[in-house]
């Protein structure tokens, strides 16, 4: 019973991180453009890393929960599902995803580069302060780049954004908008103590490492904005966002949430992240490029991709209690 509470507290926490989330990115994204905030820069800060903040929130509790293992689990699980699971539903829902150039030749050789980076960093079993500050420097460089390279496709985002809003013109400024923002932080605040919280405690009931769960239950949960989102815009025919989102995420993931997180302590990389987790990481960003090359993603390729997660997982409880 006690654990059936706890399993049930953990679903609703991860729940409410992500709506909170999600209410804290959309009003952000109201006052950006209400304020008249330069596009390209709403979209950089906000659209492109806001996904992102379940994982950032969730990382930063497990350390300040004793837990620092579960932020490498939690940042390459979700890149995996990032990839095989959104980018493989999306594909399988809407039959075939195109997308533009530029999003090959430029952004995703800045992923295959993130990954590098992030990879390189977890092989020896820990994720140093000086991995974390390359991290660092490393998504800096990218912004710069993003900022230089991208002002034209962050403006196709604020119009899908108004769009998603039903306005045809930028929102006037409500200081409803902020009182939603300062509820939504605090919400997302308490929802990550719990929801990692609940990790610890049903981690121990199953005797299963708290890394296991993170690379798996966490990534999934943390993944689902990115789910959303890519769905939404591939449905709406704005496949370069559907695509962009997932490798913007990844990249937000593997360099700035690790590299906050490094920079707070030193993380361990646990067995299962380290033997499993990173290997299947590196075929899922490979496959990723090659499937890129030809510009298309089909059904089938969709539908591989899941299968490749499914394999995943089955890989990480079947070895679970070798690991």
Do not use: C
Request: glycine residues 8%.
């Amino acid at each position: 019973m006690e654990l059936l509470f706890e399993i049930l507290q953990f679903t609703a926490s991860l729940a409410i991180l992500i709506i909170s989330a999600e209410l804290l990115v959309r009003n952000s994204e109201k006052v950006g453009l209400a304020l008249g905030v330069p596009q390209f820069i709403v979209g950089l800060t906000i659209i492109s890393a806001g996904t992102s903040l379940p994982e950032l929130a969730t990382s930063i509790f497990s350390i300040m929960k004793g837990e620092p293992g579960v932020v490498a689990g939690n940042v390459v699980g979700s890149n995996i599902a990032n990839i095989l699971l959104v980018v493989g539903l999306t594909t399988v829902i809407v039959k075939k995803v195109e997308i533009k150039r530029s999003i090959i030749r430029l952004d995703l050789p800045l992923l295959l580069g993130a990954t590098s980076i992030l990879v390189l960093s977890l092989v020896d079993g820990k994720f140093s302060l000086f991995e974390a500050i390359v991290s660092l420097i490393g998504f800096v460089v990218y912004l710069i780049y993003s900022v230089t390279q991208h002002k034209e496709s962050f403006k196709e985002k604020e119009e899908g954004l108004l769009k998603t809003l039903k306005q045809d013109k930028k929102p006037p400024f409500k200081w409803r908008y902020i009182g939603i923002i300062i509820i939504a932080a605090l919400t997302l605040y308490l929802s990550a103590d719990f929801t990692i919280s609940s990790v610890i405690v049903v981690g121990g009931m199953l005797n299963i490492d708290t890394a296991v769960l993170a690379i798996t239950a966490i990534a999934i949960g943390t993944s689902l904005p990115e789910l959303i989102v890519s769905v939404l815009a591939a449905k709406r025919g704005n496949f370069d966002i559907a695509l962009g989102n997932i490798l913007g995420s990844n990249i937000f993931n593997g360099l700035m949430i690790m590299g906050i997180a490094g920079i707070m302590t030193e993380l361990p990389v646990q067995p299962s992240v380290l033997i499993i987790g990173v290997p299947f990481l590196i075929i899922a960003t490979v496959v990723l490029a090659f499937s890129g090359i030809e510009r298309k993603f089909y059904n089938f390729e969709g539908a591989f991709y899941l299968l490749l997660y499914i394999l995943f997982i089955g890989q990480l409880f079947t070895n679970a209690q070798i690991l």
